[in-house]
């Protein structure tokens, strides 16, 4: 999987030109980010992630991470879904290419306030003279402008795009909106670049937050891998084995696009298989609800695998709940 991310691949096409070997300068940072972006977002049961078009790969890596650990050790991990504004799904940097520190086109938003009016009168335009229409179709400085602007503002500067601005204003124009927008930011950074030890609390007050829900889902994650104490494990060895396996639920999503999820007993046999939904949200919804009514309804999302009656299923739902899962 990680073989497929974007960033390697680029580095491998990179050393593939320059025919040195494909993995130079590929760090374990770089090779496993998308590890690191995974554990970000489904440590914490995020739904929804918003992120630029460029992003998508690594919530759809997540996601692919989240549903082999479900499948393998029980459903524990929520399956993250990319939300993209589309007005703004992929800014273009100051040569038009896409914004990137590594093609140094950025417009650095906390650099000083001369800096950043230097950057954005640096924006590559056409040669289109000033009292000319000018289109807003694949303008790099139209489309950060819409990524500030409201919808009355952008439709203000397509209409000045029309009437022929000239260039310079619409540069000026654009520095204005960013600078109202990023003043009150900028003063705020400065001030904790200047009081690190305001800095250091809220950094630490954050972290101690990002433990406190994290984890309750961690010691889950250690428990269900097998990564326990060894004076639960002894314990447990104690008991007669069977009696401890449990029914569980998992999650996954078919070549249909649709989400469905199982329901299976100690053993491995299937006892409960859902139709599609449209969302692991939807999904999730519905297991919470069997676990929490511990009943079938009839003619819902979910019917009893061939040769298993709802009573089977009722039992195992009961089995689960009072396991405490």
């Not at 549903?67 to 393998?72: D, K, R, T």
């Not at 097998?226 to 999650?251: C, E, H, I, N």
């Amino acid at each position: 999987m990680l073989n497929r991310a974007h960033a390697y691949k680029a580095q491998v096409d990179k050393n593939t030109a320059a025919g040195v070997d494909v993995d130079a300068d590929v760090t374990m940072g770089l090779f496993m980010y998308p590890v690191l972006m995974a554990a970000d977002i489904l440590m914490f049961k995020a739904h929804k992630i918003p992120v630029g078009r460029d992003q998508i790969q690594h919530i759809e890596m997540a996601r692919d991470m989240a549903q082999s650990f479900n499948h393998l050790y029980g459903e524990h991990l929520v399956l993250p879904e990319a939300a993209v504004d589309e007005s703004v799904a992929l800014l273009p940097g100051l040569d038009g290419r896409k914004m990137s520190k590594s093609y140094d086109n950025v417009i650095g938003l906390f650099a000083p306030r001369e800096q950043v009016r230097k950057q954005i009168f640096s924006i590559v335009t056409d040669s289109r003279a000033p009292g000319e229409p000018k289109q807003v179709e694949g303008s790099a400085l139209f489309q950060i402008y819409q990524a500030f602007a409201s919808a009355e503002e952008t439709a203000r500067l397509r209409q000045a795009y029309a009437g022929g601005i000239s260039w310079a204003d619409a540069k000026q124009l654009l520095f204005e909106r960013i600078d109202r927008e990023i003043a009150p930011m900028r003063e705020r950074y400065q001030h904790l670049v200047d009081h690190p030890q305001e800095l250091e609390a809220i950094l630490q007050a954050g972290a101690a937050k990002a433990r406190g829900r994290a984890t309750p889902l961690l010691r889950e994650m250690r428990h269900a891998v097998g990564l326990r104490k060894l004076s639960s494990v002894a314990s447990a060895g104690k008991k007669d084995k069977a009696k401890t396996a449990l029914p569980s639920f998992k999650q996954y999503r078919e070549a249909d696009g649709l989400f469905y999820f199982k329901f299976v007993d100690a053993q491995g046999r299937l006892l409960l298989q859902s139709t599609g939904f449209a969302s692991p949200k939807e999904a999730g919804q519905c297991i919470a609800t069997l676990k929490q009514s511990q009943s079938l309804p009839a003619g819902g999302p979910a019917v009893p695998a061939d040769g298993v009656s709802a009573d089977q299923v009722v039992q195992a739902l009961r089995d689960l709940s009072d396991s405490g899962n």
